[in-house]
């Protein structure tokens, strides 16, 4: 069993920056795939990027290309989101999910386990 919990959310302004931090716990967190969804009010949960068990491969949807960056910390237990050039287009809730085995990292069905979430804000 693995416990995530998702932390550095919050409200910012368009064109500003924010780190999520995802821990966690109860497995090592060495052997897991990570990634990160996030679900705007109304929408589906949508993959945003994800990064493989030793940190060598990482996936990023589209729209966020460029602008974040996810990273991990296994000695740590703590897989990060570094968010640039924000628009409101990113308010969400957004979730770390941890994938038991290889799999495809980009779609929610890789992943065994999920956080309870953090609400991103961006204001114009």
């Known amino acids: 069993q693995v416990q995530l919990v998702e932390s550095g959310g919050g409200l910012v302004q368009a064109g500003g920056s924010l780190r999520l931090s995802c821990a966690g716990s109860?497995?090592?967190?060495?052997?897991?795939?990570m990634g990160w969804f996030r679900q705007a009010p109304g929408k589906e949960r949508d993959f945003v990027a994800a990064?493989?068990?030793?940190?060598?491969?990482?996936y990023y949807a589209d729209s966020v290309k460029g602008r974040f960056t996810i990273s991990r910390d296994n000695a740590k237990g703590t897989v990060y989101l570094q968010m640039s050039s924000l628009t409101p287009e990113d308010t969400a809730v957004y979730y770390c999910?941890?994938?038991?085995?290889?799999?495809?990292?980009?779609?929610?069905?890789?992943?065994?386990?999920w956080g309870q979430g953090t609400q991103v804000t961006v204001s114009s």
């Open positions: 990064i493989s068990w030793g940190g060598g491969w990482t």
């Open positions: 109860g497995r090592p967190f060495r052997g897991y795939g």
């Open positions: 999910a941890a994938a038991l085995q290889v799999g495809p990292l980009t779609t929610s069905g890789a992943y065994t386990y």
